[in-house]
Protein backbone atom coordinates (compact mmCIF):
# COMPACT_ATOMS: atom_id res chain seq x y z
CA UNK A 1 0.00 0.00 0.00
CA UNK A 2 2.55 2.38 0.51
CA UNK A 3 4.23 1.71 -2.61
CA UNK A 4 1.23 2.99 -4.31
CA UNK A 5 0.72 5.65 -2.10
CA UNK A 6 4.30 6.69 -2.80
CA UNK A 7 3.09 5.98 -6.95
CA UNK A 8 0.39 8.09 -6.31
CA UNK A 9 2.17 11.33 -5.27
CA UNK A 10 4.42 11.08 -8.35
CA UNK A 11 0.74 11.00 -10.30
CA UNK A 12 -0.08 13.82 -8.53
CA UNK A 13 3.39 15.94 -9.04
CA UNK A 14 3.27 15.38 -12.38
CA UNK A 15 0.02 16.65 -12.87
CA UNK A 16 1.07 19.42 -10.78
CA UNK A 17 4.02 20.54 -13.08
CA UNK A 18 4.77 23.51 -14.43
CA UNK A 19 3.20 24.20 -17.78
CA UNK A 20 0.59 21.52 -18.03
CA UNK A 21 -2.23 24.52 -18.02
CA UNK A 22 -0.32 27.38 -19.59
CA UNK A 23 -0.31 28.12 -23.37
CA UNK A 24 -0.23 31.19 -25.17
CA UNK A 25 -3.05 31.03 -27.94
CA UNK A 26 -2.87 33.83 -29.30
CA UNK A 27 -0.55 33.09 -32.08
CA UNK A 28 -3.56 31.24 -33.56
CA UNK A 29 -4.92 34.31 -34.88
CA UNK A 30 -8.61 33.33 -35.46
CA UNK A 31 -10.17 34.53 -32.90
CA UNK A 32 -12.89 31.25 -32.88
CA UNK A 33 -9.43 29.15 -33.13
CA UNK A 34 -8.10 31.82 -29.85
CA UNK A 35 -11.45 31.44 -28.23
CA UNK A 36 -11.56 27.44 -28.12
CA UNK A 37 -8.22 27.00 -27.43
CA UNK A 38 -8.04 29.26 -24.27
CA UNK A 39 -11.80 27.15 -22.91
CA UNK A 40 -9.42 23.54 -23.55
CA UNK A 41 -6.53 25.09 -21.27
CA UNK A 42 -8.70 26.39 -18.91
CA UNK A 43 -11.07 23.34 -18.90
CA UNK A 44 -7.89 21.07 -18.85
CA UNK A 45 -6.66 23.41 -16.15
CA UNK A 46 -10.08 23.26 -13.74
CA UNK A 47 -9.74 19.29 -14.86
CA UNK A 48 -6.48 18.50 -13.98
CA UNK A 49 -6.79 20.55 -10.42
CA UNK A 50 -10.18 17.78 -9.82
CA UNK A 51 -7.78 15.08 -10.86
CA UNK A 52 -5.48 16.08 -8.39
CA UNK A 53 -7.45 16.38 -5.53
CA UNK A 54 -8.85 12.95 -6.23
CA UNK A 55 -5.22 10.90 -6.27
CA UNK A 56 -4.22 13.25 -3.22
CA UNK A 57 -7.79 11.50 -1.60
CA UNK A 58 -6.57 8.64 -2.38
CA UNK A 59 -3.30 8.54 -1.06
CA UNK A 60 -4.28 9.80 2.23
CA UNK A 61 -6.31 6.94 2.22
CA UNK A 62 -4.15 4.00 1.40
CA UNK A 63 -1.62 5.75 3.87
CA UNK A 64 -4.53 5.43 6.60
CA UNK A 65 -5.07 1.87 5.23
CA UNK A 66 -1.75 0.79 5.41
CA UNK A 67 -1.02 2.22 9.00
CA UNK A 68 -4.00 0.83 10.24
CA UNK A 69 -2.83 -2.50 9.01
CA UNK A 70 0.70 -1.88 9.93
CA UNK A 71 -0.82 -1.00 13.58
CA UNK A 72 -3.14 -4.34 13.60
CA UNK A 73 -0.45 -6.78 12.12
CA UNK A 74 1.98 -5.89 15.01
CA UNK A 75 -0.71 -5.63 17.67
CA UNK A 76 -1.44 -9.34 16.46
CA UNK A 77 2.01 -10.31 16.95
CA UNK A 78 2.30 -9.23 20.29
CA UNK A 79 -0.42 -10.79 21.86
CA UNK A 80 0.96 -13.82 19.77
CA UNK A 81 3.84 -13.66 21.09
CA UNK A 82 2.70 -12.78 24.75
CA UNK A 83 0.74 -16.29 24.49
Not at 8 to 17: E, I, K, M
Not at 58 to 64: D, E, M, V, W
Not at 68 to 78: C, L, V
Amino acid sequence: MADLASRLSSVSAALQAEGHGSFDCSGLGDPDAVSAMSGFVSGWSHGRSEICSGVDDAQSALKGAGDNYRGSDQGMAARLRRA
